[in-house]
């Protein structure tokens, strides 16, 4: 393989691991960092921020891969998707599984230092990272359990400082379902034509002409629970 060529190799696994977009990154990043300072009280360990700044990257990455393999017949027919690097043929289906393996497996080695609580909550998380892509084929509202998958860095974050999930770590994961389903619906709105073409479900789709009001409603909702996991 020559140098250029490895080198588009290793920008296709960046572009399929969304390296170049960190947004998706971010949104699973804030609310781990909630539970992370809320369960410290204010002050957590460089080592666990450390530890889920990393893992949060890496679990990420290992999301989007997984999802693109299961969309990998779907995105062909959306118009904004269509050239991603597993369905255009850069990436193949086979190197897509084994960089999503590698990339769960470094997620894992990171966590065998913390609680054991965290050990099997990071099973459920990647349960629900993997299962999340299918759930667009028959769940109407796919939105609200990205929003569970994106925030089950709360509970895990809890475990690994207080060795528990007190009642306040779930309102922030209740929060977060809302939050999500109102910023994911909003990103949805680009793809619905395609979508309905497709035959895959999304909250875009459900809300329909009452999209604007109902994310407004959603937000706000996400705002009260917040203050409920405050007080």
Same mark, same amino acid.
């Given at each position: 393989m020559s140098e250029l060529t490895l080198r588009q190799r290793l920008d296709a696994y960046e572009r399929l691991m969304r390296l170049d977009k960190p947004i998706g990154t971010l949104l699973l990043l804030w609310p781990t960092m909630w539970a992370v300072w809320i369960a410290a009280e204010g002050a957590p360990s460089l080592f666990i %921020?450390?530890?889920?700044?990393?893992?949060? *990257? *890496?679990? =990420?990455? @290992?999301? %989007?891969?997984?999802?693109?393999? &299961?969309? =990998?017949?779907?995105d062909l027919h959306v118009e904004r998707t269509?050239? =991603?690097p597993l369905t255009a043929g850069i990436v193949s289906e086979r190197e897509a599984l084994l960089l999503a393996a590698g990339v769960t497996l470094c997620a894992f080695l990171l966590i065998l230092p913390l609680h054991k609580l965290v050990w099997a909550l990071s099973v459920v998380a990647l349960f629900l990272a993997a299962s999340y892509p299918l759930t667009k084929r028959f *769940?109407? %509202? +796919?939105?609200? /359990? *990205?929003?569970? &998958?994106? $925030?089950? $860095?709360? +509970?895990? &974050? /809890? @475990?690994?400082?207080?060795? !528990? %999930? +007190?009642? !306040?770590?779930?309102w922030l994961l209740l929060a977060n379902v809302f939050w999500a389903v109102a910023y994911d619906t909003e990103y949805a709105m680009v793809d619905r034509e395609d979508d309905i073409r497709v035959g895959a479900k999304s909250t875009a789709i459900l809300f329909g002409d009452a999209d604007v009001p109902i994310i407004g409603v959603l937000m706000g909702t996400f705002l009260f629970a917040m203050f409920l996991a405050g007080t």
């Open positions: %921020v450390w530890i889920f700044a990393l893992g949060t *990257l *890496l679990m =990420r990455s @290992a999301g %989007v891969v997984m999802n693109d393999y &299961a969309d =990998r017949h779907f269509k050239n =991603r *769940l109407a %509202v +796919p939105q609200a /359990y *990205l929003g569970i &998958a994106f $925030g089950f $860095g709360i +509970p895990m &974050a /809890y @475990a690994a400082q207080v060795g !528990e %999930v +007190p009642a !306040e770590a779930w």
